[in-house]
T-cell receptor, first 116, second 112 residues
């Protein structure tokens, strides 16, 4: 079945530690996204990528980093500079937006990150 | 700034009744809209979408209505079932920004 796989489902971070969240898709989508979801709030865009080896900051990129070495993979690193990392992190993918008009984004089942 | 919002944070309906979830958007340049369903502990699931050149689109048990005059979007669910209980988000796409903006969500509770 085609889809988006996020791992791990739960993750704990110690003070001063960087952690990396995995996101893999087999939908052959060019674009991939990372969102953060806090309780009672909508999704906020962290980073997105429309092509391999290229990515752009979203609305809340500070304290996060990404890479896009392969089309199917878009890992997110939550660095120690992110002072409030506790949240539900969602990865999504879609066909290219620009030039195609809006396209639906398909989501994984998220990683819940907590502070120890 | 542009935003997508919802009128009702929680909607409670009886099983078998129809549900209507509303969404207001503020960016008149938005040209594509999506409704998502999110169950507890899971990622949002695509339900239905609509482009700005349409005012109505139907799927299986769901209908989305778009009123561009008043910048209003609604999701209608026919014969609501217990499995429809979830949080529903609307999202708008603005071509100039090339990104989706999500609302905060409405929780739908289906009572037996």
């Amino acid at each position: 079945d085609g889809g988006i796989t996020q791992s791990p489902k739960y993750l704990f971070r110690k003070e001063g530690q960087n952690v990396t969240l995995s996101c893999e898709q087999n939908l052959n989508h060019d674009a991939m996204y990372w969102y953060r979801q806090d309780p009672g709030q909508g999704l906020r865009l962290i980073y997105y990528s429309q092509i391999v080896n290229d990515f752009q900051k979203g609305d809340i990129a500070e304290g996060y980093s990404v890479s896009r070495e392969k089309k199917e993979s878009f890992p997110l690193t939550v660095t120690s500079a992110q002072k409030n990392p506790t949240a539900f992190y969602l990865c999504a993918s879609s066909r290219l937006q620009a030039g195609w008009g809006g396209q639906p984004q398909h989501f994984g089942d998220g990683t819940r990150l907590s502070i120890l | 700034g542009e935003s997508v919002g919802l009128h009702l944070p929680t909607l409670s309906v009886q099983e078998g009744d129809n549900s209507i979830i509303n969404c207001a958007y503020s960016n008149s340049a938005s040209d594509y809209f999506i409704w998502y369903k999110q169950e507890s502990g899971k990622g949002p699931q695509f339900i239905i979408d609509i482009r700005s050149n349409m005012d109505k689109r139907q799927g299986q048990r769901v209908t989305v209505l778009l009123n561009k005059t008043v910048k209003h979007l609604s999701l209608q669910i026919a014969a609501t079932q217990p499995g429809d209980s979830a949080v529903y988000f609307c999202a708008e796409y603005t071509g100039t920004a090339s990104k989706l903006t999500f609302g905060t969500g409405t929780r739908l509770q289906v009572t037996l």
